[in-house]
């Protein structure tokens, strides 16, 4: 399977700026990863309509962050073939996982 990089830079941002007169290239990834354009959006559009705790409130945006995080669960099970989604856990980081 081959892969056009400049394709997958092309969906980070931070990636299309220069250092030095050359194009950037990241190997922090342990301490920080850079996030895709749709990660941003995503964040961006929680923290405009939801902000609100998961699984911790009986309110309509609690429901609603719940009801988008256990999506996202059973997203990535879809796209790694987890047999559950009680196989996915989210954890903060390298160092907490």
């Not at 830079?9 to 990834?29: C, E, I, M, N, T």
């Not at 990660?39 to 405009?48: H, R």
């Amino acid at each position: 399977m081959s892969f056009n990089i400049q394709n997958i830079r092309k969906d980070f941002p931070a990636l299309h700026q220069q250092v030095y007169g050359k194009q950037l290239v990241y190997l922090d990834s342990a301490a920080t990863t850079l996030k895709p354009q749709a990660v941003i959006d995503a964040i961006s559009n929680y923290y405009s309509t939801i902000n609100s705790n998961v699984h911790r409130g009986a309110h309509n945006l609690s429901q609603r962050a719940t009801e988008a995080f256990e999506n996202t669960r059973e997203s990535v099970k879809d796209f790694i073939n987890a047999r559950s989604s009680k196989e996915i856990i989210f954890t903060k980081g390298t160092t907490e996982s």
